[in-house]
């Protein structure tokens, strides 16, 4: 009998929690589980654990731990980040780019209502952003750029290190939402030369639910909202702990992993290409494979419909876009300005931590048996 256990091919959408994390979780909500903001001997020995947990975290990004603020997840830090740095300029210009994450296009929404001025980076064909582009768009008071470093639904890597150059030429602010590229790839806040960096919890094998944001010293941030005085003032509430030490322990296993992960899930997506591309000559291919996330996949079987592929496939988890998009459609495709045949034949396959050989083979066989 056929085994009809799904594949799992969405981990851009998230990922299960790792044993060891869920570990740290349950240890830290249960065992260790006082306010750190409490000034008795279990609160105090909690306070030390938080810092050593944001040391992991930070330690992750080549960052200092005091650049690290805990946020809810991916959203919050992009609003953050954006609202964050506007509410301290009070006017002026932003960019940002045409296919970013909609936790970064809807707070850019917001500004546009609070009087700022707004204008959309283009991207090339093959989905990047462009540094000419950003340059030539620059006026004389942008104070903030933002753009993506891997986008969610095709995983093309842009090419933020020459971006963040110009900005700081510039003395510019650079954002950069890489929720889709911490722990995926290596990412180090230095190298790169952003101000801000958002990354968020649930897409690095850690709980939905807790995520964090770069701030680089010397870097102003109004909080949005206000209270007990946590994060510096700039997130207040009662931190997470228990969540942080998964964050943390998430962080810890992928700085040491993720070279081997990326070319091991390199390898399985260049396999599982080439049997599609077999089974389906008639595929177009989002993005240059070098400059792609290692685990993303996103492809078009042309004249076919994405969405009813799935639907006949129901042993194939993968996706037609972001999970975290309306069905109305992908802003990805409309600013790459596809052809709708190949826009409508779009899948995004996302491999992880526990996608095997053996998964892949089993998904061309699937796909072999529905194109015969």
């Known amino acids: 009998m056929q085994d009809l256990k799904p594949i799992y091919l969405d981990y851009n959408a998230t990922t299960p929690v790792l044993p060891e994390v869920l570990e740290a979780f349950n240890r830290y909500s249960s065992e260790e589980f006082a306010n750190p903001s409490s000034g008795h001997a279990l609160g105090k020995r909690v306070k030390q654990s938080l810092e ?20 809810s997840g991916g959203t919050e830090s992009n609003h953050l980040s954006l609202l964050g740095i506007a509410l301290t300029q009070g006017k002026g210009h932003v960019l940002v780019s045409a296919f970013e994450h909609p936790s970064v296009l809807n707070p850019v929404v917001k500004l546009l209502e609070m009087g700022f001025e707004v204008d959309f980076i ?41 971006i963040a150059k110009i900005c700081r030429e510039r003395e510019i602010l650079f954002h950069t939402d890489a929720c889709q590229a911490v722990g995926k790839i290596s990412v180090d806040v230095k190298k790169i030369g952003c101000h801000l960096l ?17 701030v680089e010293k010397g870097v102003s941030l109004s909080p949005l ?32 992993d993720v070279n081997f992960e990326a070319e091991r899930l390199n390898f399985l997506k260049e396999t599982l290409y080439q049997g599609l591309k077999e089974v389906y000559p008639n595929l177009y291919r989002y993005g ?3 400059k792609t996330l290692p685990n993303t996949l996103t492809i078009s079987f042309v004249g076919k419909d994405g969405r009813k592929i799935l639907e006949d496939l129901p042993e194939i988890c993968a996706s037609t876009g972001s999970a ?28 992880g931590r526990y996608t095997t050989l053996e998964d892949i083979e089993r998904t061309i066989k699937f796909f072999q048996d529905y194109f015969v």
């Not at 080549?62 to 805990?70: K, L, T, V």
Request: glycine share 10%; proline share 6%; with cysteine.
């Open 225 to 256: 909202f206000w209270g007990g005085g946590q994060e510096r003032g700039i997130r207040p509430g009662t931190e997470p702990v228990g969540l942080i030490a998964a964050l943390a322990k998430a962080a810890e296993i992928a700085k040491k």
């Open 288 to 290: 240059l494979p070098e």
């Open 324 to 351: 975290c998009h309306d069905r109305k459609g992908s802003n990805t495709l409309i600013a790459l300005k596809v052809n709708e045949k190949i826009a409508q034949g779009t899948i995004r396959f996302s491999l």
């Open 122 to 162: 283009p991207v090339n064909p093959q989905g990047y952003v462009e540094p000419d582009e950003v340059l030539k768009r620059i006026k004389r008071h942008t104070f903030l750029v933002s753009v993506m470093l891997a986008n969610n639904e095709i995983g093309t890597i842009q090419p933020v290190e020459e």
């Open 52 to 71: 050593k947990f944001r040391e992991e975290v930070a330690s992750l990004l080549n960052a200092f731990s005091e650049e690290i603020i805990f946020t």
């Open 198 to 214: 958002s990354f968020a919890g649930h897409k690095m094998y850690a709980p939905k639910g807790i995520g964090g944001l770069f």
